[in-house]
């Protein structure tokens, strides 16, 4: 199983952390030792001062798949949930600057957080999902899916050009604006059309 992930895929994000649109997705890639699941709580590492959360709806792909056309790309996932991006962004604003690979920034222990799967069949809008993410109680993010600067397909389309997808293999596909920083005893919690699929710890 691999994670892959999509770097600002909305215009409000990328803007709140001054950096160009992008005309194609900026992808990377978190090991599976990043997989945090379950609801588990999240130990705060000891390597950054400013770790920040991003929201994300993530897929699962269901069936093995390269160069997939866009037109076929929603044959390749069939699940959704929302999950956490953690970012060191301490350390992501150095090594930006250094123009260095993000991974010390992006890719430790548990960074990929993911929420309880359901199927995107199960939603009243799939065409526009809206989601949400509150910190000790306060909404933080707000996102809807019609804001990304490239769709699931698109996106399912372009890695799968470099990229074999597998079955179990997931998506982050971008965060909203509004992305913060946490601190030891905060309780984040996703919502995905007003289903509460991620509730876990920061200790
Ligand atoms: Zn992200």
Redesign the pocket.
């Known amino acids: 199983m691999k994670i892959i ?1 999509i ?1 600002r895929n909305y215009a409000d994000h990328a803007k709140e952390l001054n950096n160009a649109v992008p005309t194609q997705p900026v992808i990377f890639c978190k090991p599976d030792t990043a997989l945090l699941d379950n609801n588990e709580p999240f130990y705060y590492p000891s390597f950054t001062t400013n770790l920040h959360y ?1 929201l ?1 709806l993530v897929l699962k792909i269901n069936k093995q798949g390269k160069n997939i056309a866009e037109k076929f790309a929603h044959r390749y996932y069939n699940q959704i949930t929302v999950g956490i ?1 953690f970012t060191a962004r301490d350390i992501q604003d150095q090594v930006k600057e250094k123009g260095l690979p993000w991974e010390r920034a992006k890719c430790f222990d548990n960074s990929a957080v993911v929420g309880t799967f359901v199927e995107l069949d199960s939603l009243t809008n799939a065409s526009n999902i809206e989601f949400q993410l509150h910190k000790n109680n306060t909404l933080v993010q707000h996102g809807f899916s019609q804001n990304m600067l490239f769709n699931f397909d698109k996106i399912i389309a372009e890695i799968s050009t470099f990229i074999t997808l597998r079955t179990g293999d997931l998506i ?1 596909t ?2 909203p604006a509004g992305v913060g920083a946490v601190a030891i005893g905060d309780v984040l919690v996703g919502i995905l059309e007003g289903k509460e699929l991620l509730n876990f710890e920061i200790k």
Do not use: F, I, N
């Open positions: 992930c770097g991003e994300e991006d982050y971008g965060t």
